[in-house]
């Protein structure tokens, strides 16, 4: 309650110098995507049709290297709080809070602790109307962790992780604040379709701030649930991309990968990685499957193109706002490619459309998400860079030149939290309702946004479902399985030349033993800072 009172008391004094704040401070806008692969968007080599995410990019700066922490909820602790997710209590999943929390570590709750603050939370204190539509995933029952009592002055979406894009069910419908809705309507001319009303709904809260409070900067977090599973799209969609996946996976891998030699995202000397050891041939498969892969990958990418759409109406409406030029945009995905559920795929993304279907179904496969990974391997829970990285995009004409070249220095969502506290020129607490916040981990991005090095003077980390990693400069740790709740496995780390062999190709792990050891011991070092041990017996299943 102390910390609501004082945001208030912030933003009524601030809002009586709106107008100098208004033009020093920009509009903040955070757009994630959801199980999205690194080279869907055409900006990163994709093929589906993004014209508004190119504009963005072309007029603005792309990290080839953006590190996420490879799950949903995990990446969303991150985000949202500038702290690693086991040290706001989300180093796993997010559960209901009850009997069966009882026991698991402190850092494997599965709902936001009291130990940090929101992104929300800080722009408010700033003087920044704050508004949210889409997927939380950061909380259980509590309501004491849900979107409007952690500094959204405005929310509609999800509590839960997937839902049903066409009729959410269970417990995992829309909210709209903290009330749930049974039978949301619809925002367009289409059936209910969670891209399109989150996104028509963010740009409702944005009309109504600006008709209230037209020099007040605000922050916008929108949080799409595209293209996670289940793979639904509107018919007109699927329509446009039906039939163009027929040349499959290995052709569709090899495009992509050439496009982003030809862009400069990538090197020429980094090798396209080999088609996943469990997926077949493409030409091996026989005639009908292939048709329903056709199918489920086409749906798949009429999601990213909806995506597209409603992005396009967002931007316009900053224009018609006249806010486009001081607004910051971001964009960026959870985690990477989903290859979840079966190697090929199941369900039909036609006819799976009906209440209460199974969430899984349809759901586009190992397959599909290895193409969707190009050039690397592996894919989401992971922290090979097939997991780990991907696309960010930052649009913001009154600071970013456009027209720059790829930035090639790696950063990581902790330092999100730095760049909003910067831009909005607020201040990041010491508490929280009288309760210690922990110090935010990241560095401002702003020095990339004006072509400059970061400096970070420090190694990048991630865990995640005992795979793990440490990004020390030109070199990179990561293993598979190698930090379980036993404790470090370290024979199971790999060691990559990662500006040489981007791809993760070459293990050199043998050849360099005290550099496995010297980074491994700094892992170990930042492991025990943030809580990654102890760990509860098990990880948990996978999905969300």
């Known amino acids: 309650m102390k910390f609501q009172v004082c945001c208030l008391l912030v933003c009524l004094v601030t809002a009586l110098d709106s107008a100098i704040f208004a033009a020093e401070r920009p509009n903040v806008i955070v757009i994630m995507v959801d199980d999205m692969g690194y080279s869907d968007i055409a900006p990163y080599g994709g093929e589906i049709d993004t014209p508004n995410l190119s504009m963005l990019a072309a007029n603005g700066l792309c990290f080839t290297q953006f590190y996420n922490s490879a799950r949903c909820c995990p990446t969303r602790a991150t985000l949202m709080t500038g702290l690693h ?86 417990n995992r419908l829309v909210y709209d604040g903290n009330e749930a809705i049974k039978d949301p309507k619809s925002t367009t001319d289409r059936p209910f379709y969670t891209t399109d009303a989150f996104t028509d709904h963010a740009i409702r809260f944005l009309s109504e701030h600006h008709a209230i409070h037209p020099k007040q900067p605000f922050f916008l977090y929108l949080a799409y649930t ?56 493409w030409d091996a498969v026989e005639e009908s499957v292939r048709d329903a892969c056709d199918h489920r990958m086409a749906a ?51 006819k799976d459309r009906a209440p209460l279907t199974p969430l899984t179904s349809p759901s586009y496969g190992k397959a599909w998400a290895n193409a969707s990974a190009t050039p690397y391997r592996l894919y989401k829970h992971f922290a090979h860079e097939g997991g780990a990285n991907t696309p960010f995009i930052a649009h913001w004409p009154a600071r970013i030149e456009s027209g720059r070249d790829w930035y090639r220095e790696p950063a990581q969502l902790i330092d999100v939290m730095a760049t909003v506290v910067e831009v909005t020129g607020g201040a990041y607490p010491e508490k ?32 995640h479902e005992d795979n793990a990693f440490v990004r020390d400069g030109d070199w990179k740790l990561v293993g598979q399985g190698v930090s379980p709740a036993g404790g470090l496995r370290k024979k199971r780390w790999e060691l990559y030349h990662i500006t040489e062999d981007g791809t993760e190709l070459n293990n050199l792990a043998e050849e360099h033993p005290d550099l496995v050891d010297s980074l491994s011991a700094k892992w170990s070092e930042w492991a025990n800072r943030v809580g990654v041990f102890p760990k509860p017996g098990r990880a948990g299943k996978a999905g969300k």
């Open 300 to 350: 798949y990418a009429g999601m990213i193109d909806r995506v597209d759409q409603k992005i396009g109406d967002l931007i316009a409406a900053l224009k018609e706002f006249d806010v486009f030029e001081n607004t910051l945009i971001v964009f960026l995905s959870d985690n990477g490619a989903c290859a979840e559920v079966s190697n090929l795929g199941v369900g039909d993304p036609l």
């Open 226 to 281: 595209a293209p996670h599973w289940p793979i639904h799209a509107h018919d007109q969609e699927i329509a446009k991309y039906r039939g163009k996946y027929r040349k499959g996976w290995d052709v569709l891998r090899a495009e992509r990968y050439e496009r982003q030699v030809n862009s400069g995202l990538i090197p020429a000397k980094w090798k396209l990685s080999v088609r996943d050891p469990d997926v077949p041939a």
């Open 432 to 463: 929280r309702d009288g309760v210690g916040v922990l110090p935010m981990d990241g560095i401002s991005l702003l020095k990339a946004f004006d072509g400059k090095p970061l400096g970070r003077g420090g190694p990048i980390f991630i865990e």
């Open 85 to 170: 997710p086991h040290q706001v209590g989300i180093g796993h999943m997010t559960a209901e809070e009850g009997p069966g929390t009882a026991g698991r570590p402190p850092a494997y709750a599965g709902n936001l602790n009291d130990s940090c603050v929101t992104l929300a939370e800080v722009a408010k204190m700033a003087g920044y109307g704050t508004y949210m539509a889409g997927k939380w995933h950061l909380s259980g029952s509590d309501r004491a962790d849900w979107p409007m009592q952690r500094g959204l002055d405005r929310f509609y979406g999800l509590l839960s992780g997937a839902s049903h894009h066409f009729k959410p069910y269970g």
